[in-house]
């Protein structure tokens, strides 16, 4: 059975807003139009994907699968028409991914230097869809953070770094020059919405060297809710060193933690990839990395 990318764009709306008038006007379409489309998808699927009432529109279990699916099969129909409409235009392109902390600019100069007839894009990642991004063929290769579902995919390690503790300016171990995991036993450790176990577990420190976990705080979706939240007291977070650089805020303050795991910066792409450019470009970073870390 062929699925319409149109009504899975519209059921995608509503999954997110959980709401049909809002999801309605957010797509410019009528609200009764909207609920035919998804009475319609319902039908072709053969599955019920809202419970509706007079009061909330929830997902069924069968609509939190949808959700998950749809948004890969979305962006790799958008991945799709973006490389064919490139190639029409006879423009090559290389899409090029990057989470927070991770300057790219050596590597990308290094490749248009011996590829100057390639257009390099550039696209933010975050942790919770580092490796989707690279999976859906959002981005044709990308910088990430360890750890990452490695499935699918080729990882070449370039660097680690240390972390650093993300507390608020009037904290009592503000001060320190560095500090001990355990110092920060007690506090509250932001979560993160979306996040695989794994990186959960690593971002968290958990569990911690007696065996315990921390205390689970609020759970964000972007660095800058997680700065919000440390500034307003209601926990505390971890951070590369390079990203905190890249986040300076006054009601914020940086310690290092000498004692838990550094974090690894890697280059991926979906294996098997036998493009020239992507294979190139990972040849790129890995040289201008080691080149960087002789020097210093």
Do not use: N
């Not at 379409?29 to 998804?38: K, T």
């Not at 011996?114 to 696209?123: A, G, I, S």
């Not at 440390?230 to 000498?258: C, H, K, M």
């Amino acid at each position: 059975m062929d699925v319409d990318l149109r009504k899975l764009r519209y059921f995608a709306a509503v999954a997110e807003d959980l709401h049909f008038s809002r999801a309605a006007e957010r797509l410019f379409i009528a609200q009764p139009v909207l609920s035919r489309q998804i009475r319609a998808l319902e039908h072709e699927l053969g599955v019920e994907l809202f419970i509706r009432s007079s009061r909330q529109v929830s997902l069924t279990d069968a609509g939190t699968v949808l959700r998950a699916e749809s948004a890969a099969l979305l962006a790799a129909a958008d991945t799709a028409v973006r490389r064919v409409r490139a190639a029409g235009s006879g423009v090559r392109t290389l899409t090029v991914g990057f989470i927070a902390g991770v300057t790219v600019t050596t590597a990308v100069r290094a490749f248009a230097a011996e590829h100057p007839e390639v257009t390099v894009e550039l696209r933010r990642v975050e942790r919770y869809d580092q490796a989707e991004a690279l999976m859906d063929g959002s981005v044709d290769v990308a910088f990430v953070r360890l750890p990452i579902t490695e499935r699918g995919l080729a990882i070449v390690p370039l660097y680690a770094e240390p972390r650093v503790a993300v507390l608020p300016a009037g904290h009592r171990l503000a001060d320190r020059t560095g500090v001990s995991i355990t110092d920060l036993a007690d506090e509250p450790v932001l979560t993160h919405r979306g996040a695989t176990a794994a990186w959960e577990a690593f971002a968290g420190v958990d569990p911690r060297p007696d065996g315990r976990s921390p205390r689970r705080g609020p759970a964000i979706r972007t660095i800058d809710e997680k700065l919000e939240h440390v500034a307003a007291g209601s926990g505390v977070a971890f951070l590369p060193e390079s990203a905190a650089a890249q986040f300076r805020r006054p009601d914020i303050t940086y310690v290092p933690v000498t004692d838990i795991p550094l974090t690894w910066v890697c280059v991926a792409h979906r294996e098997g990839e036998a493009r020239g450019p992507v294979l190139d470009f990972v040849r790129a970073a890995v040289g201008r990395h080691t080149s960087d870390a002789s020097r210093a």
